[in-house]
């Protein structure tokens, strides 16, 4: 059973639910695609620091309290830190002794059936036409190491309100925001190599590469547009994420 949003989360996501709905306009679909007796973890593409924000938006509005892993920078970002800290989300801290703490935490959540929203892609969008870039392996393994469902909930049009590596975001006009979740990424093959057993980096990457692929076709039907051959690599172009 999942637990209920704390009376802070629910009077600090009011004004935010009143001020997405002021400058967005909802293209939401796919929430029966949405576990509600399992912890699970939702996954997204990431093209603007806003995404956390409209990826909430549709997630707390069906009834799901909401928590990112995120890389911890983003906690000191203006608005989008702000938000992130006083909903109680869980900050990586990459290359650090404290690293381990956010895999930690966020066993932590899903084992007592709550849900954690992540973006695989671990930093914005390097394409430089906003596809989603070959993933992170961390969404993988806490998949594989707790058993739960992982959900695909792709998104467009939040560049349109905060362009990306942008600080002033611009509302008006209304900006229509799609969000699309669609069912489980199928990983049972890829679970039942490593039942028992310590999950390979072979594995780790087959499955960070279907949830990725999954989620770029997501996008593309959004899109209506036919997305790169192959993702674009940070690591094959040398680049720190």
């Known amino acids: 059973?999942?637990?209920?949003?704390?009376?802070?989360?629910?009077?600090?996501?009011?004004p935010l639910q009143a001020l997405m709905t002021s400058v967005t306009r909802k293209d939401w679909h796919g929430a029966e695609h949405l576990p509600s007796d399992t912890g699970y973890i939702a996954v997204s593409n990431h093209v603007t620091?806003?995404?956390?924000?409209?990826?909430?938006?549709?997630?707390?509005?069906?009834?799901q309290v909401v928590r990112f892993l995120a890389k911890s920078s983003?906690?000191?970002?203006?608005?989008?830190?702000?938000?992130?800290?006083?909903?109680?989300?869980?900050?990586?801290?990459?290359?650090?002794?404290r690293a381990k703490e956010a895999v930690d935490k966020g066993v932590e959540v899903l084992e007592r059936g709550d849900m954690i929203a992540m973006f695989p892609e671990g930093t914005l969008t390097r394409d430089p036409d906003l596809w989603p870039m070959a993933g992170?392996?961390?969404?993988?393994?806490m998949a594989l190491e707790t058993g739960v469902p992982v959900i695909p909930v792709a998104q467009w049009g939040a560049h349109r309100l905060l362009g990306r590596y942008e600080k002033v975001p611009h509302p008006f006009p209304r900006k229509t925001i799609t969000v699309v979740a669609g069912p489980p990424v199928d990983l049972d093959e890829l679970r039942a190599r490593v039942a028992g057993g310590k999950v390979d980096t072979e594995t780790l990457r087959a499955a960070t590469d279907r949830i990725m692929a999954t989620l770029t076709s997501m996008v593309a039907e959004i899109r209506g547009e036919t997305p790169p051959e192959k993702p674009y690599d940070m690591r094959a172009q040398g680049e720190k994420r």
């Open 1 to 14: 059973m999942a637990t209920a949003p704390s009376r802070f989360y629910r009077n600090a996501a009011r």
């Open 49 to 63: 620091y806003a995404d956390p924000i409209t990826l909430a938006h549709f997630l707390y509005n069906n009834g």
């Open 74 to 97: 983003l906690f000191s970002a203006p608005v989008i830190g702000a938000a992130l800290r006083g909903f109680d989300q869980i900050p990586v801290y990459r290359g650090t002794s």
């Open 136 to 141: 992170r392996t961390g969404v993988a393994r």
